[in-house]
């Protein structure tokens, strides 16, 4: 099915530790961003692509970090886990002039 | 600053009543609004785009309005029903930029 895949779900993570959240599409959209959403607060940009090898920092994009090398898959990287981590991620992907296709979304605790 | 604010909050209506949500926005210039439908634990879905000069756009049940005077936009939901209960977010996306600018969201719930 066409759409956003994120991976995981859900994760724990201690304080400190580093992972990476995975997010692929398969509509040949040009536009990538990564969000977190946190309760009583709109959806915040954390990291955006205009294209493969091109990103850019988006509203609260420290302790975070993001690559593109192809146009599917743009994964975000926490490299040193904080509570102030814990939240909700999305990643969404739009073509020219389309709305964003949102993935499921990963609940992060980092504990 | 760019700001898009909701109200309410949050909203509980009895299944198959009319409700209306508002949504305020600063951004400017202004490109598009679009209403996005929320379910518990999902990622935001597309229910409505408008630009500057549209008005009014319906989704189903779903009716959107937009006054870009006043900067304001509505979305109406005609006849609830349970699976409405959802967060209703309200984005706003400014001329010649990729990024949005989303507002808080209302909590909705329809009660049988």
């Known amino acids: 099915n066409a759409g956003v895949t994120q991976t995981p779900k859900f994760q724990v993570l201690k304080t400190g530790q580093s992972m990476t959240l995975q997010c692929a599409q398969d509509?040949?959209?040009?536009?990538m961003s990564w969000y977190r959403q946190d309760p009583g607060m709109g959806l915040r940009l954390i990291h955006y692509?205009?294209?493969?090898?091109?990103?850019d920092q988006g509203e609260v994009p420290n302790g975070y970090n993001v690559s593109r090398s192809t146009t599917e898959d743009f994964p975000l990287r926490l490299l040193s886990a904080a509570p102030s981590q814990t939240s909700v991620y999305f990643c969404?992907?739009?073509?020219?002039?389309?709305?964003?296709?949102f993935g499921s979304g990963t609940r992060l605790t980092v504990v | 600053k760019n700001q898009v604010e909701q109200s309410p909050q949050s909203l509980i209506i009895l299944e198959g009543k009319n409700c209306t949500l508002q949504?305020?926005?600063?951004?400017?210039?202004?490109?598009?609004l679009r209403w996005y439908k929320q379910d518990t634990g999902r990622g935001p879905v597309s229910l409505t785009i408008?630009?500057?000069?549209?008005n009014t756009k319906s989704n189903g049940r779903y009716t959107a309005t937009l006054d870009a005077d006043t900067k304001q936009s509505s979305l109406h939901i005609t006849a609830s029903q349970l699976s409405d209960s959802a967060s209703y977010i309200c984005?706003?996306?400014?001329?010649?930029?990729?990024?949005?600018?989303f507002g808080t969201g209302t909590r909705l719930k329809v009660l049988a």
């Open positions: 984005v706003v996306i400014g001329s010649g930029t990729y990024k949005y600018i």
């Open positions: 969404a992907s739009s073509g020219t002039g389309l709305g964003y296709t």
């Open positions: 509509m040949n959209h040009e536009y």
């Open positions: 692509s205009v294209g493969a090898g091109i990103t």
């Open positions: 949504c305020n926005y600063t951004v400017s210039p202004f490109s598009n």
């Open positions: 408008m630009t500057f000069s549209e």
